[in-house]
T-cell receptor, first 116, second 115 residues
Framework: AQSVAQPEDQVNVAEGNPLTVKCTYS??????LFWYVQYPNRGLQFLLK??????LVKGSYGFEAEFNKSQTSFHLKKPSALVSDSALYFC??????????????FGAGTRLAVHP | SQTIHQWPATLVQPVGSPLSLECTVEGTSNPNLYWYRQAAGRGLQLLFY??????ISSEVPQNLSASRPQDRQFILSSKKLLLSDSGFYLC??????????????FGPGTRLTVT
């Protein structure tokens, strides 16, 4: 079965420090991976995706993610955290059996808290 | 550019009352459309998806239904709400099959409280 796991319920980091939000996946073929961010009472915002190519993917708001096939991971990173980065982050993988409707399988979410 | 709208933004309804949530997408044609529910500010549950007008697939059996009367309009309904229907409802769209872009784009959501 295809799945994605976010092992940390919450991540705490001090402003200015680097941040990492972890994601691991399990798929039967080549994964299509995504990161989304959700601010309180808002919809999810697309941050970045990995489809193919360079393992380091750059996205919105200074975020990047590194695809690691051997470790089946797709961790979200940012060199210097801002208080405004505090939000709920979701990792997702495309369901390879979803045909044309692009079903995404979401992780449970990781709450990022950046302290001043 | 594409935009997605949902309304209402918030809704408080008594148990047993009907429900109608609306989602519209602008700036694209023949999108795939999705309804999700998010409970307790966490995980997303896919409720329905649609690949075209009148084509609805259900992921989870429940007392909700969906319809797609127009290409860019997606409606979530219920005849009689239950307390367990409370949650944050999100609509999303993605490009149709054949186009190389797999991400989904989400609307602002509707907060439903059933009392």
């Amino acid at each position: 079965a295809q799945s994605v796991a976010q092992p940390e319920d919450q991540v705490n980091v001090a402003e200015g420090n680097p941040l990492t939000v972890k994601c691991t996946y399990s798929v039967s073929g080549n994964p299509y991976l995504f990161w989304y961010v959700q601010y309180p009472n808002r919809g999810l915002q697309f941050l970045l995706k990995y489809i193919t190519g360079d393992n380091l993917v750059k996205g919105s708001y200074g975020f990047e993610a590194e695809f690691n096939k051997s470790q089946t991971s797709f961790h979200l990173k940012k060199p210097s955290a801002l208080v405004s980065d505090s939000a709920l982050y979701f990792c997702a993988v495309r369901d390879l059996f979803s045909g044309g409707y692009n079903k995404l399988i979401f992780g449970a979410g990781t709450r990022l808290a950046v302290h001043p | 550019s594409q935009t997605i709208h949902q309304w209402p933004a918030t809704l408080v309804q008594p148990v047993g009352s009907p429900l109608s949530l609306e989602c519209t997408v602008e700036g694209t044609s023949n999108p795939n459309l999705y309804w999700y529910r998010q409970a307790a500010g966490r995980g997303l549950q896919l409720l329905f998806y649609s690949v075209g007008i009148g084509q609805i697939s259900s992921e989870v059996p429940q007392n909700l239904s969906a319809s797609r009367p127009q290409d860019r309009q997606f409606i979530l309904s219920s005849k009689k709400l239950l307390l367990s229907d409370s949650g944050f409802y999100l609509c999303a769209w993605s490009v149709p099959k054949g186009l190389v872009s797999y991400e989904q784009y989400f609307g602002p959501g509707t907060r439903l409280t059933v009392t």
